[in-house]
């Protein structure tokens, strides 16, 4: 399994959550270190490289997203995954524009963690890799050479912009993508504001893709913060985004 | 007031008399040194301003009488008599007194304006002072001895009285117990009350067109206009206790809406802690080793507890974030049928008890609203209906299409509104009593899903049924306008 021996740092200012985390992430097969700050945690990272970072929004002194853009500074290749105490989208966004890769939102059961931790860890290994020409997801089977989709084997026509919206979003399966950035690589740098432009496509995206565009299988919307692309055939992303309402 | 008016005429009787004395005097000095009729008028003439600027008017008139008797019986020919020959004479008698009569007339008049400046300058000076002392009071303290002293010391008022309805309490400076029961009296009957005999005013005080007491006076001068613009000053200090109470009762609940919403983020950030480290040891407790099949059940209750209570949690703030602020959705077209759907899935997994039931289909309905506000009004809708049902109970659920409106219709056998509570159940923190006998809740999820309704400019209603025990909720989203339309077809 990819999570064997893979390092984490749980950082967060509560001794007792830190606790239950390493003893639950160990016997979930991580190596588990600790720090109880953002100060602490960038010194631990300077010394030793880890393969994921679970950090607090919200703790006393350095703030987890001063914290998160820091770490992402000394430490490029770590996936962070910030652990948010508000369900709103702002804590959110904030975090992944300081560079999170992903977020759980307190309270979280362990599997929905681990869930995270493990799809994040395989995008920053396949980040690594050389950026295959097919993509696959489900049933649907992308060749960014000659820009063509199939679902089941049988060409679907897609625009230009439609076709870049859709290999952006499976190139980055599993991982939240916020409306601005989807705008911004899609449409341009100038753009940041349009989500009718954005919604549109999505809806056009999936009915051409979702057997039921109303309950889409794969492109899930992030209320409030944007998108995210799932693999049906991937575990560690439920259909269900893990909201609590 | 007879024995001021005779005081008056003593008064002018006393400078009549010595101004017609001075007057015959003036005669006889003139008559001794031969001065003639001529030289004799303006001297005269003299005597009757001099008597108008020290006298009153009626002095003075009977002065320019004397004086016009003395010119004749001693200035004109036949001397010592009443009788004029010389028709020139008759003339300049008559100018004479004509003149006089004039000049007395005017003279009084320029003083009683004066006179009357003089009181007024004075009058508006102590109601400037005690304007002055009044304001220096606290705004908010009671209208009491304090507020009534100032209006005696400044008034030489004997007795001074208020009425306030507000508190229904009554405050008197000054011995006059007849002045209190006036002023009371004033009140209840809703008039004024002028009594020139006892010298008591009494006023009513009316703030913003509303009858808000009375105040009395005793001893007043000048009662009629003085009581008037001691009323409105007191009217405008009643104002200004009221616009004092208004604003520091809404800075008071300002500060307790920001006091609540810190604690309610503060409850948010303790309870999902240590709700996060349950959850974390009870997962790390199943990956440490395998557990026997109870352990497991215990387990699974455990986290689908803990679950719960962080859903509750995020829910209730969510919920009192929304009752706190103003909703501004973010309207996007929205088919109603992939946001009810999941909402469906989730509450019939997690109440097993009940039956949620979608009837006449899943049609796609669009309306130009926000998603997320859509799922959180539907939810509350549809765990009110589990809430409030029996176990084992169909909650049914119903989209249609009209015009300009989708429904979304959430309806629970099982249970009743009773008539009195349907028109009360959309308040802010209100509970039916059987709701508040039955299960918990905060009393303002039903207020604030029709908050958010508001905002959509849709509605949410009770649809009451005459007979049965069962409970429709409606809520009407507005349909997606026409340049929603061309984006969707696009």
């Known amino acids: ?245 | 007031m007879r024995h001021g008016q005779f005081h008056g005429f003593a008064k002018s009787a006393r400078y009549a008399l010595i101004g017609s004395i001075t007057a015959i005097l003036l005669a006889a000095i003139c008559f001794r040194v031969h001065l003639d009729f001529a030289s004799v008028i303006p001297l005269y003439l003299l005597l009757v301003v001099f008597q108008s600027l020290t006298g009153d008017f009626r002095s003075s008139a009977v002065v320019a009488f004397a004086s016009t008797a003395c010119l004749d019986l001693f200035f004109t020919e036949p001397l010592f008599s009443l009788r004029i020959d010389h028709p020139l004479n008759a003339l300049a008698l008559a100018g004479f007194i004509l003149t006089s009569l004039v000049i007395t007339r005017l003279v009084a008049r320029v003083r009683e304006e004066a006179r009357s400046a003089k009181l007024q300058k004075d009058r508006l000076n102590r109601l400037y002072q005690l304007a002055q002392q009044l304001l220096g009071l606290d705004p908010e303290a009671p209208l009491g001895e304090d507020f009534l002293e100032p209006f005696r010391r400044l008034f030489g008022i004997k007795a001074v009285c208020i009425f306030e309805a507000d508190s229904a309490e009554l405050h008197l400076v000054g011995d006059s117990r007849e002045l209190a029961v006036k002023t009371r009296d004033a009140y209840i009957r809703g008039l004024d009350l002028d009594d020139v005999n006892a010298r008591v005013s009494v006023r009513r005080l009316q703030t913003s067109g509303q009858l808000a007491g009375a105040i009395g006076f005793e001893g007043l001068q000048d009662s009629a206009e003085s009581a008037g613009a001691l009323t409105a000053l007191t009217v405008a200090l009643l104002e200004r206790k009221i616009a004092f109470h208004t604003a520091s009762a809404a800075a008071a609940a300002a500060q307790t809406e920001i006091y609540r919403s810190a604690m309610l983020d503060a409850l948010a950030h303790e309870f999902k802690t240590p709700l996060a480290t349950i959850l974390a040891a009870v997962g790390g407790l199943r990956e440490a080793g395998p557990l026997a099949a109870e352990q497991e059940t215990l387990a699974d209750t455990v986290e689908d507890e803990a679950s719960r209570l962080g859903t509750l949690t995020s829910r209730l703030l969510r919920t009192a974030r929304l009752d706190n602020e103003h909703i501004r959705p973010r309207l996007e077209p929205v088919d109603v049928a992939s946001v009810v759907a999941p909402v469906i899935r989730q509450y019939s997994a997690r109440s097993s008890d009940r039956t949620i039931l979608l009837t006449g289909g899943l049609e796609s309905a669009h309306v130009s609203a926000d998603p997320e506000l859509v799922r959180l009004m539907v939810s509350q809708l549809i765990e009110n209906a589990c809430k409030y049902s029996r176990p084992g109970s169909v909650v049914t659920l119903s989209i249609e299409r009209k015009d300009d409106f989708v429904s979304i219709k959430v309806s629970n056998n099982g249970s009743s509104i009773p008539r009195n509570e349907q028109k009360r159940i959309f308040e802010r923190f209100y509970r039916g009593e059987d709701a508040k006998r039955s299960t918990s809740g905060s009393g303002l999820g039903l207020y604030v899903a029709r908050k958010i309704a508001l905002a959509h400019g849709g509605a949410l209603d009770l649809e009451t049924e005459e007979q049965g025990d069962r409970v429709t909720f409606c809520l009407k989203l507005p349909t997606t306008k026409d340049e929603f339309k061309h984006a969707l077809t696009a």
């Open chain 1, 1 to 245: 399994m990819l999570s064997q021996h893979s390092s984490v740092l749980v950082v967060d200012d509560e001794s007792a959550l830190r606790k239950a985390l390493r003893t639950s992430l160990t016997a979930s097969g991580f190596d588990v270190e600790e720090a109880r700050s953002g100060e602490e945690a960038l010194g631990t990272v300077q010394q030793h490289q880890f393969d994921l970072v679970l950090l607090d929004v919200s703790m006393p002194g350095m703030s987890g997203i001063d914290a998160c853009r820091r770490i992402r500074g000394i430490s490029p290749q770590a996936g962070i995954v910030m652990v948010t105490v508000r369900d709103q989208e702002d804590d959110k966004v904030r975090a992944l524009e300081a560079g999170a890769d992903d977020y759980v939102t307190k309270p979280f059961k362990l599997r929905e963690l681990t869930a995270r931790l493990r799809a994040v860890l395989r995008r920053t290994r396949m980040s690594e890799t050389v950026e295959p020409v097919v993509l696959r997801a489900g049933n649907l089977e992308m060749d960014l050479h000659e820009r063509i989709l199939r679902r089941n084997g049988e060409e679907i026509h897609l625009s230009p912009k439609e076709f870049d919206l859709l290999a952006f979003m499976m190139k980055n399966a599993g991982a939240p993508l916020t409306h601005v950035k989807l705008l911004r690589t899609v449409w341009g740098v100038e753009y940041g504001n349009e989500l009718e432009y954005l919604r549109s496509y999505v809806r056009m995206l999936r009915k051409k893709i979702e057997t039921d565009p109303s309950n889409p299988e794969y492109i899930l919307t992030e209320p409030w913060l944007g998108y995210r692309f799932r693999d049906p055939s991937d575990p560690d992303t439920p259909r269900e985004s893990a909201q609590d309402d």
